[in-house]
């Protein structure tokens, strides 16, 4: 059997690639790992994605089946997601990556190099490439969204997306045991190592009652395909392009069906960069402005509704997944964000609809208490 580096070896020699360049790229939280090649050809992306799941079997599922957290979340197990999610955008004249190669069973993409224009160092400067205001920036990214959710509606909202070399993909849904199972990150790893032991079957319970309320709320928004992780890690500024194509999307392979605010949560209340509140409300309101003229059945109350339970829903569940890729992947660097996530999950936990979830919450832990990471 083939190493795996034998079986990139020969992946970039049949796609004529061989005597490239190359050198590893910043990963994320992922087995995913990137590498920047370099050749006669000019400059791709190497994505090595082997296919498989994402960790063992659960034994604390809400409907008691041992299946694997990425099964029930629907995370992505093979390069498919991306490859036809990637076409589509590109379609929807949105900036995904051009798909120079791909060997998808084998789990290998090379794809367009969009450059090292970030979301994230625009913000950490406080303006982007060649002086470019953020909230130009942030527009941008809420034009994108626009175009994308309007597009989805001109296509029908499709079932499945094709793949290049025939056949389809069939989209998952964001349903209730995948948002469900992904608030439980909070009970199953953060609560024990905020207090010090695990969660109990009646704690369990009470926080599942209160979702079991909270996620009809969420299914009267608008379905669309949402990116899932739209936010500025993922994010280049691609300023010589027009209009919301100066967006660049590099991560859309755990693409699924959901609500329409989804992403731009993920956008406004980014788990890696600070966006202040000020910021958020007037990208809200400008999402809302904008999607009132684009998408005829919007209604604001109702996303707003779904915006702030799906803030709570996502916080949840990266406050649970910070926490454990420090316990059980070795990665503590993630803790950091714990305080940020924390006040983002506060503003959520504000909207009316969510005042159960909050009383929960503050018999747990004071509000002032949930803004320090587990250990600090």
Known sequence: MKTREELIRAFLDEAGWGDAR???????ASTRRYERIAGPKGKAVLMDAPPGPDGP???NTPDGVRRAYSAIA???EDCRPFVAVGAAL???GLSAPDLIAHDVPTGLLLLEDLGDALYGDAIDAGEGPGGVPLDDMYRAGVDALIVWHATWAKLGAPSSLPLPNGGSYTLPHYDDAALAIETELLTDWYLPAKRGRETDEAMRSDYRALWSELLPVVAKDTRVLAMRDFHSPNMLWLGDREGPARVGLLDFQDALIGARAYDLVSFLQDARRDVPP???EAMLAYYCAEAAKALPDFDES???AAYAILGAQRNSKIIGIFVR?????LKPQYLAHIPRVARYLERDLAHPALADLRTWLDALAAPADRLVAPGA
């Open 278 to 280: 000020a910021r958020e």
């Open 22 to 28: 190359r050198a590893p790229l910043a990963g994320d």
């Open 325 to 329: 890729l420090h316990r059980r992947d």
């Open 302 to 304: 109702v996303f707003r």
């Open 57 to 59: 079997p659960l034994v």
């Open 90 to 92: 590109k379609e929807a």
């Open 74 to 76: 629907h995370l992505a």
